[in-house]
């Protein structure tokens, strides 16, 4: 499974971006899909999950009411809508994809295969 992640870039506080996702090699619509991030000097966390089907989603509380996810599985993409960004949103941006049914969405050790990243920077 190859997941290629694109969007990123430099923002200002306040503003948005959308990262997307692009997933091959294998059937799309049979993986959940998860978003993480990991600022300089800190461990990757979770930021957003959806469902196989895309009828459950899942936020860290941090991002709440401000990033929304989502797919498209005609199209094998998985986005991630970041709203009112943050200077604390500043971090490497990766896309993730698991089998479901396979524990806690929030730990990036339930999640197989991942992409390469895409770096976004808030400026205050």
């Known amino acids: 499974v190859q997941l290629q992640a694109s969007g990123g870039g430099l923002v200002q506080a306040g503003g948005s971006l959308r990262l997307s996702c692009a997933v091959s090699?294998?059937?799309?619509?049979?993986?959940?899909m998860g978003w993480f991030r990991q600022a300089p000097g800190k461990e990757r966390e979770f930021v957003a999950a959806i469902s196989w089907s895309g009828g459950s989603t899942h936020y860290a509380n941090s991002v709440k009411g401000r990033f929304t996810i989502s797919r498209d599985n005609d199209k094998n993409t998985v986005y991630l809508q970041m709203n009112t960004l943050k200077p604390e949103d500043t971090a490497f941006y990766y896309c993730a994809a698991r089998n479901p049914f396979t524990g806690s969405v929030y730990y990036t050790q339930n999640y197989g295969y991942w992409g390469q990243g895409t770096q976004v920077t808030v400026s205050s």
């Open positions: 090699g294998r059937t799309f619509s049979s993986v959940d």
